[in-house]
């Protein structure tokens, strides 16, 4: 078991000065994956005298010695010296830029949750990897019903039919014109070549995902994805229409009503980002899995070994199971299996 230190049982803030005091006197380097950046050379006594007396007061250090708190060191040296790291971040389209939810180091099977709040570093408690699948777990409300749930596979081609007619079915409220089987239909949606910020806005780009990854593999000129021509649109369509994914008449294309919750979180960009970087000695291991949450559904976003996407709606069980393939250490389970 982890063992508790005689400080706090809460997270523990600390001022850059206190930092930078700690790891200065008790020698402690930081490893590049670590947040805090190098150790500084102390040369204002000031400083130095002040941060002794905030830690001394705060009951972080000894009165006398000035040794720092055992927990308290225990904590920095697992930020500073970490093995792996756990993130997990939470998006939507009304938010620029992603929301950290769990940020923590680990070293020698201890966890340490970390935050930055605004010039101050907070240090939870270590704890056992339980603890963190805990709290993971807890930012997930998969499906609670039985029945049919959605498991499907789409080539990059077919991805991006279907996120453009995600897009279009989220769009129809505000009276944007429906997606024609035709690709100058396409172009009327306000792109002749669907860039970086289109993509975005389309479910397209994922950055630090699987999702990203694979479709990087998309045809690509000066990093813009290409509108598919007149005959790989309608083929994507055609077996979109074959795998029961779409309705498609003469003029239009749109998603079966089972897949609307889906396209909603897929076109709002709602979505969880769950990530493990095992820390080697000169390679990162890398793990992660991407989410679409949705009123009453968790969907989970895989590459594929054939190079394509498996979406898949998970159970308690299954989420579970992914959860511990994504963040256990290396070693005690499998990593995510690739299709």
């Known amino acids: 078991m982890i063992e508790r230190g005689v400080a706090t049982a809460s997270a523990i803030p600390l001022s850059p000065e206190e930092v930078d005091f700690l790891r200065f006197t008790c020698d402690l380097y930081a490893d590049e994956e670590s947040p805090l950046g190098p150790v500084p050379a102390l040369e204002d006594t000031e400083l130095i005298h002040r941060a002794a007396r905030s830690l001394v007061d705060r009951g972080l250090a000894d009165t006398k010695t000035l040794r720092p708190d055992r927990d308290l060191l225990r904590r920095l040296l697992i930020v500073s010296q970490p093995d792996a790291r756990i993130v997990l971040t939470r998006s939507s389209g009304r938010r620029a830029e992603p929301l950290r939810v769990l940020d923590a180091y680990e070293r020698a099977g201890a966890l340490v949750r970390y935050q930055r709040r605004g010039e101050q570093h907070l240090l939870s408690p270590a704890e056992e990897y339980d603890g963190i699948f805990d709290e993971i777990r807890r930012q997930f409300a998969p499906r609670r019903s039985t029945g049919d749930f959605v498991d499907f596979t789409l080539t990059t081609a077919e991805y ?180």
């Open 160 to 339: 991006f039919a279907f996120s453009i007619l995600a897009g279009d079915l989220s769009e129809r409220a505000a009276a944007r014109p429906s997606v024609r089987t035709e690709p100058l239909t396409v172009k009327n949606l306000g792109v002749n070549s669907l860039g970086p910020e289109v993509a975005v806005s389309k479910g397209l780009a994922d950055e630090g995902t699987p999702i990203h990854n694979v479709l990087e593999r998309l045809p690509l000129e000066d990093k813009a994805v290409k509108v598919p021509s007149k005959e790989d649109w309608d083929a994507a369509l055609t077996s979109l229409e074959k795998k029961e994914i779409l309705v498609r008449t003469k003029r239009d294309a749109t998603l079966r009503p089972y897949l609307h919750d889906l396209a909603s979180g897929l076109a709002a960009r709602r979505r969880l980002v769950l990530t493990r970087f095992d820390f080697g000695a000169e390679d990162w291991f890398v793990r992660d899995a991407t989410f679409i949450g949705v009123p009453g559904s968790i969907f989970l976003l895989r590459a594929t070994q054939g190079q394509g996407i498996r979406v898949v709606e998970v159970d308690s069980k299954e989420l579970d199971r992914t959860i511990r393939q994504v963040t256990e250490p290396l070693g005690s389970s499998e990593t995510i299996e690739a299709g």
